[in-house]
């Protein structure tokens, strides 16, 4: 009996046509797996229309849309090349130089009609050109001139205004702690001022870069010479390894970069893979203000400097560090009042005029430079 069944059974199955059952995945796909790729520089824009438009209020459409649009440069005249030669060359394009022409409409000058301080001074023989509030001109490519160095460098004007504000006097022994990729050591060097100029920065590759431009803007007497040393350190140990030693310093940080990072793909730092370096950044800069600060001697002056609009990267580091020091090293730091540059330069820049500590210029159509935030500290003992 059992027999016919089992016949029964198997004919049955070979007339019906069974679908083959799917096998489940073993593993599910996980959910970071799935979500939209966005572009770093989406991402950093998410980040800054939910943090800026807090921080600026009304201001952040007008800072928005100018970041989104092509920046202005200016061009740093090399005082190592044909210098009257090159301005003539810019000033035919319809540039002016921006330092000279502040400087000469108002030196900043005390209620009594004196003239200012050393600490309140410019940084001297910086000359920069720019085009007016609302001409997008460009300036050509720089060039070879007859002296065998580049005739100028084409940087964000803004960017020049920390080595202005820290007010070089000739004979100064001077420290740039982040310094690549180099153009604000450039413009220590074209004040003339620098007895001893160490140029730092941890990555190699950005040194390398620091080197070229040396190499193509300075002569090689100079390059090669005691004046000036380049250095691959860990900026938060020069405390320690050089303290109370520096009559200048600039404490440029890495930072988020913020017109970079809306710009450009490659090494941005709003990248997935790099949000917890993006989140360490005020600790790291904190740590290398307050090397900075150790590096100074007492009675010398620090700049701290970003290219970022973030108060967190900015007025509260310059706390943090301040804090800092008092409380674990008992080193007073006064922060020095920067007003004067804002009314200096005011004609070039658009400065946000909320800054509690320090300055700090925002992009503007009209002006687009920035975003360059400044400080300058007096280290009192």
Request: one cysteine or more.
């Amino acid at each position: 009996m059992a027999a016919p069944v089992l016949r029964g059974v198997r004919e049955l199955m070979r007339r019906v046509d069974f679908a083959p059952i799917p096998r489940r995945h073993r593993h599910k796909k996980k959910w970071a797996a799935t979500e939209p790729k966005f572009p770093a520089s989406q991402l950093a824009l998410q980040n800054f229309d939910m943090t800026y438009s807090v921080q600026f209020g009304d201001l952040w459409p007008s800072i928005r849309v100018s970041l989104l649009s092509e920046q202005k440069y200016g061009a740093l005249v090399n005082n190592f090349a044909a210098w009257d030669h090159v301005n003539a060359r810019l000033e035919q394009l319809g540039a002016r130089d921006f330092v000279s022409e502040a400087i000469s409409h108002g030196e900043p000058e005390h209620k009594s009609g004196h003239s200012a301080t050393p600490s309140s001074a410019c940084s001297p023989n910086l000359q920069c050109f720019t085009f007016a509030r609302g001409d997008i001109s460009r300036f050509p490519p720089a060039r070879i001139g007859s002296l065998g160095v580049m005739d100028y460098y084409l940087m964000d004007a803004a960017s020049l205004l920390p080595v202005l504000a820290l007010g070089l006097q000739p004979g100064d022994i001077v420290l740039d702690l982040c310094a690549a990729p180099g153009g604000k050591t450039l413009a220590l060097l074209q004040t003339f001022c620098c007895r001893n100029l160490a140029a730092n920065d941890l990555s190699t590759s950005r040194t390398s870069r620091l080197q070229k431009i040396l190499y193509n803007y300075v002569p090689q007497d100079i390059r090669e010479g005691n004046q000036i040393r380049v250095t691959s350190w860990d900026g938060r140990k020069w405390g320690e390894l050089e303290g109370d030693t520096y009559d200048r310093v600039l404490v440029d940080v890495p930072c988020t970069t913020d017109r970079h990072s809306l710009h450009e793909e490659e090494n941005n730092i709003f990248q997935r893979s790099r949000k917890n370096e993006r989140q360490m950044l005020p600790m790291l800069q904190v740590q290398l203000l307050a090397a900075g600060l150790l590096a100074t001697r007492p009675g010398g002056h620090v700049v701290y400097s970003t290219c970022s609009l973030s108060h967190l990267q900015n007025e509260y580091v310059v706390q943090g560090a301040i804090e800092l020091l008092s409380n674990q090293y008992s080193v007073e730091v006064q922060v020095e009042d920067l007003s004067h540059f804002r009314k200096l330069f005011t004609d070039t820049f658009c400065f946000f005029p909320s800054c509690h500590v320090g300055e700090l210029v925002i992009p503007n159509l009209m002006a687009n430079f920035g975003p360059m935030y400044f400080c300058k500290m007096h280290r009192l003992t």
